[in-house]
């Protein structure tokens, strides 16, 4: 059974910057692209970020890059998201997520597994 956990929201500043952590366990990490995902008050999940399964490639949203950066650490099947000059748009609750296959593709593509989500609360 996979298992993914996130850790590290919270609430910050303007400006700020935090890290979010996910664990992942239940099966092979290192084979599966990973992702982040939020959802703010009244909106619809959205994309974030992506990486392959080596961490060679990795994808962001308009709305993110420059001020995210996505890596992961296969030997502690962990995936971690440092966000930096954070803004309250920002504010949402923030998911791990894995994909089927090594890569991530596009938007159409469906991760398979999810973790619980971390709340991420940025103050003006």
């Known amino acids: 059974q996979v298992q993914l956990e996130e850790s590290g929201g919270g609430l910050v500043q303007a400006g700020g910057s935090l890290r979010l952590s996910c664990a992942a366990s239940g099966r092979t990490f290192s084979n599966y692209a990973m992702g982040w995902f939020r959802q703010a008050p009244g909106k619809e999940r959205e994309f974030v970020a992506a990486?392959?399964?080596?961490?060679?490639?990795?994808n962001y949203a308009d709305s993110v890059k420059g001020r995210f950066t996505i890596s992961r650490d296969n030997a502690k099947n962990t995936m971690y998201l440092q966000m930096n000059s954070l803004k309250p748009e920002d504010t949402a609750v923030f998911y791990c997520?894995?994909?089927?296959?090594?890569?991530?593709?596009?938007?159409?593509?469906?991760?398979?597994?999810w973790g619980q989500g971390t709340q991420v609360t940025v103050s003006s």
């Open positions: 990486i392959s399964w080596t961490g060679g490639t990795t």
């Open positions: 997520a894995e994909y089927s296959g090594r890569y991530y593709y596009g938007k159409t593509q469906s991760p398979i597994y």
